[in-house]
């Protein structure tokens, strides 16, 4: 597992953060202090790292990159973890298309799919 607060190239993706699985990483995002944890078994386990480092529940949702797919295909909004009724998301998926746009400019900013 790793923070990553600053920009990585998909390569570095690849090469670093491919533990678990060969064409997946799984990932945390923490929209309110934009920054993400990448990189274990379980979404649940990257969402505990990040909470002991001070992030807050409600800003943490789950999410899959898949570095060999296309760049439209290259996230995946769905976790186990994003299942919160108390914040109207009664699914997998991440519903508010808000927080999906804040995900996604997180994941742009810190990962350069070109590279």
């Known amino acids: 597992m790793e923070t990553i607060r600053q920009r990585i190239t998909r390569k570095q ?5 491919l533990s678990y699985f060969k064409s997946v990483t799984k990932v945390v995002v923490d929209v309110g202090k ?19 480092q001070g992030s807050n529940q409600e800003d943490l949702w789950g999410i899959n990159l898949y570095p060999f797919r296309k760049q439209d295909e290259f996230i995946e ?25 804040k995900i996604k400019r997180i994941v742009d900013r810190l990962i350069d799919y070109e590279t």
């Open 34 to 52: 934009g920054l993400i944890a990448v990189d274990a078994e379980l979404h649940a386990d990257l969402e505990a790292y990040l909470l002991k």
């Open 13 to 17: 993706l690849v090469e670093n953060h």
């Open 77 to 101: 909004y769905t976790a186990l973890i994003n299942i919160r009724p108390h914040q109207e998301n009664s699914s997998m998926e991440v519903e508010d298309s808000a927080i999906r746009d």
